[in-house]
């Protein structure tokens, strides 16, 4: 590790260590969970990053990944005698399986990168408005099949009876891990050529880089990321339902990487923290402004409208988002050598 | 009418133009001439509101036009026909005509005029006026733009290679309906790689080299110097 | 007799809506190359326009009237928020600012009006029935395609035979090229953009009238059905975009009176499946267009 990798890293890894110890010890059991699912959707975010950042297409179908994650995981992690309340229909070779929720998060990661590696190669020598559409339909497919899988899912109805496993420390390790992994994808091989593709898609391609594989290699990492999250979440949340992985959560990922800089692992990881304390903050006021009726009617979705307006400034404003094209050690270095 | 102060030209980091200066005179017929990569289109297009220049300034009738977008120039009497000879496929001949009369559409009696004039000077589009001009040929389709851009009653004309991939014999009738175009008044800025053709047309020449202005003078002068060739001819 | 009667009035009705959303995306499409998300929520306002239009004395028509016109205002107003700011930047850029727009206005009607349902006025024809070769047909549903038909036979005029129109077409195909002639680009992109709005607008009302209420999310169905329309019918072509909303429909409509339930609910999944599908053999969609996506 060169060294401003190395600070970036360790950029990184101070505000998620300081919010973890703050959040552990202030002593409001709310700031441990806004923290623990913070760092949850830092993966997300840095999943999405390894491949919209490198590749710079952008993909609708990340959640659908965290959501198979979420459920693989859960499969072997609710315990045997609740199975039959909880999943009537579950095929019987399920039935009698029962894993350590770690070994379950592993096997969920691992079983939505597998979904990528199978149905993704054939997407990615689209471009453009086809690769969006495409990977928007396989939100909307992967979607419906959540929704209707009853033996597996519960249908549309809520999964519960998950152990909760997922503790603040194990959150927090996750997102150190992921942006480790997203600064090496970055600067690796893969990482390199699928930027240079970014760039130039006619010129790369001219210089023999295989544009779907190293697309794929991106699809692939970022599913893996995906499903990781889905594991972790649903082992902290212990009950949800399909909805949980449509277009909603998908808008707050892409708002935070949007925001943060989608080139940079840097940008990823700062756009998850303040859009992560910029939505609590809105939803603290929100809260407050309803139960003080100081408005006739219930507030609901003053957070969301903030953050589209905030996407869209950043957008015109600063299209590369806070951190645009140079990680914070490269940066850091310019500073510590003109100082 | 046109003068050209010190332009620089980019794509990105990459220099199309370095320094250009150039003057017109109303009624002119002048030549830009250069290898490829020269510059030549690079400066029509800034001077069709396309590109923006980095420095410099772009003056017409003494006032400066280099801010203004493509749609403000053509009110202001330029015209340009790209050297991609772009012509609106699914639209017919008759329906390219009518566009390019676009900012003088409510003018309709000197629209049907200039109409009128355009099939005189180009009488094979006349027979075609309900093709669709995507199944012109493309000696056709370059008549058709330039009679399209003539359209918007130009006081300058820019042309870009208008002789680019077509046979001799059309190249010929191109450059005839050039010499009647002028002789109807308007002001025409040429790109050529036809240098030959192009100095017997035109009254003066401007020779364009890596972004910089080689050489300049009338194009009598400019055809008798056989030190320019080599850069011209590329 | 009347089985056959009926399914075609259906298929005919629903890909008369389908068609109308299809081309409402393709405009915009087509000549931007914009992927409007925010496409469905002028659905929504319409919809909700005509919610709050109800407790006024006015007729339904003038009601209907105002919610066509919000609906191209929220589509003009669209470009202004989301696409004129970011047009010369990257592709993803501008798709994602259409999404958050799209968020925007969702979460405005629910701040602003309600999460739950609202049941919106609708005229006494519409739940009116006729009886046709045997078969008892809504009389909206014969509503829809005499509509259709219309306003397809008013969007081809204005296509074909004003000059807006072709200068539309125009810059569809050589954006620069449309510039260069004095056409100017921003007339063209508001232009686009209303009719947009305006056929959002006119699906609302019959779209409404098969549902009956609006709720903030009801843009999402149109939106994804015009996707699958657009693909089908090529993402580049008007008459494609057509052809494809009456062939979504034939599709939706045969899927809905053959399949078994236990499959019917993955019918999403499978049509979705199919637009994957034809992307991949042909990224521009089955019907090959004119456009090349210019847009500064």
């Known amino acids: 590790m060169n060294n ?123 471009s453009d408005a086809a690769a969006v559409i495409t990977s928007f339909a396989l939100l909307v497919v992967m979607h419906t099949i959540m929704v209707n899988w009853s033996e597996v899912t519960n249908g549309p109805r809520t999964l519960f ?14 997102a150190i891990l992921a942006a480790l992994v997203a600064l090496y994808f970055k600067e690796s091989r893969t990482g390199l050529l699928l930027r240079a593709v970014r760039d130039d898609e006619i010129a790369a391609g001219a210089m023999g880089a295989n544009l779907s594989l ?8 970022s599913a893996l990321f995906a499903g990781f999250a889905g594991g972790l979440w649903a082992h902290f949340i212990t009950s949800y339902q399909p909805s949980a992985f449509y277009l909603k959560e998908t808008f707050v990922i892409l708002g935070m990487l949007v925001i943060g800089g989608a080139g940079t692992v840097s940008g990823a990881v700062l756009g998850t923290f303040v859009v992560t304390f910029a939505f609590e903050a809105l939803r603290a006021t929100e809260n407050a402004l309803n139960s003080s009726s100081v408005f006739p009617w219930q507030l609901v979705g003053l957070t969301e409208i903030v953050l589209a307006l905030a996407m869209i400034a950043v957008l015109v404003l600063r299209p ?4 645009e094209a140079e990680e914070f050690g490269a940066t850091w270095r310019k500073w510590r050598r003109r100082g | 009418m046109l003068e050209i102060e010190g332009i620089e030209l980019r794509y990105g980091a990459v220099k199309a133009v370095r320094d250009v200066s150039l003057r017109m ?43 203004l977008s493509p749609e403000q120039l053509v009110r202001r009497g330029v015209a340009m026909v790209p050297e991609t000879r772009d012509v609106f496929p699914d639209l017919t001949v008759e329906e390219n005509l009518q566009l390019g009369a676009f900012c003088r559409r409510r003018d309709t009696r000197g629209v049907a005029a200039s109409r009128e004039r355009m099939f005189d000077l180009f009488p094979l589009l006349a027979e075609r006026t309900r093709q669709p001009a995507g199944t012109l040929s ?41 010499v009647e175009l002028r002789q109807s008044g308007v002001t025409i800025l040429l790109v050529e790689q036809n240098a030959t053709k192009a100095l017997k047309i035109s009254d003066r020449s401007y020779v364009l080299s890596l972004g910089r202005v080689a050489a300049s003078g009338t194009s009598d002068d400019i055809a008798a110097r056989s030190d320019l060739k080599s850069i011209y001819l590329g | 007799m009347a089985v056959y009667v009926q399914f075609l009035i259906d298929v005919l009705s629903l890909g008369s809506l389908y068609a109308l959303m299809a081309l409402g995306l393709v405009i915009v499409y087509g000549i931007l190359k ?37 609906a191209i205002g929220a589509g003009i107003a669209t470009e202004y928020a989301a696409f004129r700011p970011v047009r010369s930047k990257s592709v993803t850029a501008v798709l994602i600012t259409s999404f958050a727009f799209s968020t925007l206005l969702q979460n405005a009607a629910l701040l602003f009006i309600s999460p739950r349902a609202r049941t919106v006025p609708l005229p006494d024809i519409f739940s ?3 009886v046709l070769g045997g078969a008892t047909i809504p009389l909206r549903n014969i509503l829809t395609i005499v509509a259709a038909a219309i306003m397809l036979a008013i969007f081809s005029f204005i296509m074909k035979k004003t000059v807006l129109g072709l200068a539309m077409r125009a810059a569809a195909t050589k954006f620069t090229m449309a510039r260069m002639l004095g056409i100017p680009a921003n007339l063209v992109i508001t232009s686009a953009f209303a009719l947009s709005g305006l056929l959002a607008g006119v699906v609302s009302l019959f779209w409404l009238g098969r549902i009956g209420s609006v709720v903030p999310g009801i843009g999402l169905e149109p939106l994804l059905v015009a996707f699958i329309a657009t693909v089908i019918g090529g993402m580049r072509s008007l008459q494609g975009a057509v052809v494809g909303g009456f062939l979504l429909a034939l599709i939706v409509t045969t899927f809905n009176y053959s399949l078994p339930p236990e499959l019917l609910k993955f019918r999403d999944a499978f049509t979705f499946s199919l637009v994957i599908l034809i992307l991949l053999w042909r990224p521009d969609g089955l019907i090959k267009g004119p456009a090349t996506g210019q847009r500064t």
Do not use: C
């Not at chain 2, 493309?138 to 870009?160: H, T």
């Open chain 1, 214 to 221: 190293l697309r794929w290699k991106g699809f692939v990492l």
């Open chain 1, 161 to 174: 009876g998950v152990p909760k496993a997922t503790t603040i420390y194990l959150a927090a390790g996750g």
């Open chain 1, 320 to 323: 590369g988002g806070l951190i």
């Open chain 2, 25 to 67: 005179e109303q009624g002119e017929l002048v030549t830009l001439l250069g290898a490829n990569g020269a510059g030549k289109s690079s400066t029509l297009k800034s001077i069709a509101g396309v590109l923006k220049p980095a420095r410099g300034t772009i003056r017409l009738d003494g006032q400066d036009i280099s801010g």
């Open chain 2, 138 to 178: 493309g000696g056709q389709q370059q008549q058709l733009v330039i009679a399209r851009a003539m359209m918007s009653d130009p006081r300058l004309l820019l042309l870009d290679e208008p002789s680019l991939g077509l046979a001799p014999v059309i190249v010929d009738r191109i450059f005839e309906m050039i």
């Open chain 3, 128 to 130: 009116d029935t006729v």
């Open chain 1, 4 to 126: 401003s990798k190395l600070i970036t890293f360790v950029a990184i890894v101070i505000p998620v260590l300081a919010v973890m110890l703050a959040a552990r010890f202030l002593g409001f059991p709310v700031f441990e969970r806004i923290a623990t699912l913070l760092f949850i959707n830092m993966i997300l975010v840095l999943g999405l990053q390894a491949f919209m950042g490198n590749s710079g297409i952008l993909s609708f179908a990340h959640i659908a990944f965290m959501g198979i994650g979420a459920y693989t995981s859960s499969l072997f992690t609710i315990p045997l005698q609740m199975r039959g309340m909880v999943l009537p229909d579950l095929y019987p070779v399920l039935k009698p399986i029962l894993l350590s929720p770690y070994a379950a998060i592993a096997v969920g990661a691992v079983a939505a990168m597998l979904v990528a590696a199978l149905v993704a190669y054939p997407l990615m020598r689209l």
């Open chain 3, 34 to 70: 914009l992927v409007n998300f925010a496409y469905g929520e002028l659905i929504m306002v319409a919809g909700y326009s005509l919610f709050l239009l109800g407790g006024t004395p006015l007729p339904w028509l003038v009601m209907a009237a105002i919610a066509v016109l919000m």
